[in-house]
């Protein structure tokens, strides 16, 4: 019983994410299981964990990074700019963008001690403004990226394969090199690490900087399958959905564990919970109010562990 009980207090996720996946499969077999709803899971998975790939990196060292939605609204824009020019090679603003924006974001974050929280959102907050006014207020499509969106196994979109080496790197990095340790290091204890002589701003400023870059890789991705139009809206469910993915997955928001691996959990089963509601035709209002309570206990459980504890 007890060796049982372990095993699933460590690969609890893991375990959540075949039981959810059971119990929507033999209440709904037939629609749950089917090929557009496995097909929308899919673009759902990936939809939050390419979003949360590159924040898990700063969650990992104990902050906060909500900048990847501004990413992806000021980086389409810019894209749909630079199209007429380059054609879909202009798609590499988004790394190009996200690595600027990373520095700026770090840079700031460490030097004027602004908790990352409220510098991410507002950075989000500015390039939303700023997609608003040079697109003049409209989505902005572009055009000869569709090629991403296509499916080369029946109901599975090739961005399900793009989206590996992405994914990979990001666990590479952060399980397999020094950079990746330090980072642990910093989340787990800021100052015995810095007393160890880990420069622990510069590998702070980094630590924002791979997020932007792993995010602007993952919009390569994301932008043609999310309709490849500029978004101009800013909406709370793209901030929100993908930080509750980090933490379903199990990397706390205090810093120190987790990592990449988890967010792909976290995402599984939040992709899971949300199309699984979505069979069973209850009221709209109804779905939306228990995932905003499944968000809710995430982010209680995320940070259940926070008293006395500052995010910077």
Same mark, same amino acid.
């Given at each position: ?28 077999? =037939? ?28 969650? +990992? ?62 950075? #989000? ?20 990226? %569709?090629?991403?969106? #296509?499916? &080369? ?6 961005? +399900? ?28 204890? =800021? ?9 622990? %701003? ?30 101009? %809206? ?50 709209? %209002? ?23 504890? &500052?995010?910077?």
């Amino acid at each position: 019983m007890k060796p049982a009980l372990a095993f699933v207090q460590k690969r609890f996720s893991l375990v959540l994410v075949i039981t959810l996946f059971l119990i929507f499969a033999l209440a709904y077999p =037939e629609r749950f299981l089917s090929g557009p709803n496995i097909s929308a899971m899919l673009r759902q998975f990936l939809r939050l964990s390419l979003f949360a790939i590159g924040p898990t990196i700063v969650v +990992v060292v104990g902050s906060i990074d909500l900048s990847f939605v501004g990413l992806w609204m000021l980086g389409g824009v810019l894209v749909w700019y630079a199209a007429p020019l380059f054609g879909p090679a202009a798609i590499v603003v988004y790394p190009l963008l996200g690595v600027l924006l990373g520095f700026l974001v770090g840079f700031l974050q460490v030097k004027a001690r602004i908790p990352s929280f409220i510098l991410t959102l507002s950075t #989000t907050i500015v390039c939303w403004g700023l997609t608003a006014w040079l697109s003049g207020g409209y989505p902005r499509r572009v055009r000869g990226l %569709e090629f991403i969106t #296509t499916s &080369v196994i029946p109901y599975v979109p090739a961005a +399900v394969f793009l989206a590996v080496p992405v994914i990979f790197g990001a666990v590479y990095i952060m399980h397999w090199t020094r950079v990746g340790t330090y980072f642990y290091a910093i989340g787990s204890n =800021e100052e015995g690490a810095t007393l160890s002589g880990i420069n622990t %701003e510069r590998y702070r400023v980094l630590a924002f900087v791979l997020s932007g870059l792993f995010t602007g890789l993952s919009l390569i991705i994301l932008f043609p399958l999310l309709g490849g139009a500029a978004p101009v %809206e800013l909406k709370l469910g793209n901030l929100v959905e993908p930080l509750v993915a980090i933490v379903l997955g199990g990397t706390p928001l205090i810093g120190g564990s987790g990592g990449p691996e988890r967010t792909l959990l976290g995402a599984l089963i939040f992709s899971i919970i949300q199309r699984g509601l979505s069979l069973t035709f209850w009221q709209p %209002e109804l779905i939306q109010l228990i995932l905003g309570v499944v968000m809710l206990g995430a982010i209680f459980v995320g940070t259940r562990r926070l008293r006395g504890v &500052v995010i910077t």
